[in-house]
T-cell receptor, first 111, second 112 residues
Framework: SQQGEEDPQALSIQEGENATMNCSYKTSINNLQWYRQNSGRGLVHLILIRSNEREKHSGRLRVTLDTSKKSSSLLITASRAADTASYFCATENNYGQNFVFGPGTRLSVLP | DAGVIQSPRHEVTEMGQEVTLRCKPISGHDYLFWYRQTMMRGLELLIYFNNNVPIDDSGMPEDRFSAKMPNASFSTLKIQPSEPRDSAVYFC??????????FGNGTRLTVT
């Protein structure tokens, strides 16, 4: 089983709408990372949130972390067609299963 | 910064042949990772190194796969002999002091 798993598997929205995707994990963590992958390219790091942080912002991205529920969410506000990509989470911890990615969320932003 | 450099970008080979994929990490990074991505299995961690030493190779599918990191600026992933089911995109990533990871653009391997 995966340490980090994203949901939903796929999400389709209109340009300008907000997109929210979630990540659940199983063990306590040191940090959680979100990445984006455009078709045919490598993953690109978006945000890292540490276990003692609850929320972090970067431009139109907002990440929250709830360690009691072992979950994180990534919110993309005012989405653009260029945000169309797959989004992945990964965790780092002291128990193994580090740097393991889930199946990702495929986001489609329709113009 | 040139980023993580992988070569070749595409590799087409016949079943049974040896395949060598190459990776040059970002200078100064002390972690290096190899991943494999397919539609069916998603993104799989094969192996990762810290300071050129393999730390976790539990994802290496079988003995046909081997990875080396002879120095801080170069790593190889070798498949011998290759099989059609090895067809995938192979990614190399590097990082400084673990996360976050910086990925190369991958090598698309096709084994016929």
């Amino acid at each position: 089983s995966q340490q980090g798993e994203e949901d939903p598997q796929a999400l389709s929205i209109q340009e300008g709408e907000n997109a929210t995707m979630n990540c659940s994990y199983k063990t306590s963590i040191n940090n959680l990372q979100w990445y984006r992958q455009n078709s045919g390219r490598g993953l690109v790091h978006l945000i890292l949130i540490r276990s003692n942080e609850r929320e972090k912002h970067s431009g139109r991205l907002r990440v929250t972390l709830d360690t009691s529920k072992k979950s994180s969410s990534l919110l993309i506000t005012a989405s653009r067609a260029a945000d169309t990509a797959s989004y992945f989470c990964a965790t780092e911890n002291n128990y193994g299963q580090n740097f393991v990615f889930g199946p990702g969320t495929r986001l489609s932003v329709l113009p | 910064d040139a980023g993580v450099i992988q070569s070749p970008r595409h590799e087409v080979t016949e079943m049974g042949q040896e395949v060598t994929l190459r990776c040059k990490p970002i200078s100064g990074h002390d972690y290096l990772f190899w991943y494999r991505q397919t539609m069916m299995r998603g993104l799989e961690l094969l192996i990762y190194f810290n300071n050129n030493v393999p730390i976790d190779d539990s994802g290496m599918p079988e003995d046909r796969f081997s990875a080396k990191m002879p120095n801080a600026s170069f790593s190889t992933l070798k498949i011998q002999p290759s099989e059609p089911r090895d067809s995938a995109v192979y990614f190399c990533a590097s990082s400084f002091s673990a996360a976050p990871l910086h990925f190369g653009n991958g090598t698309r391997l096709t084994v016929t």
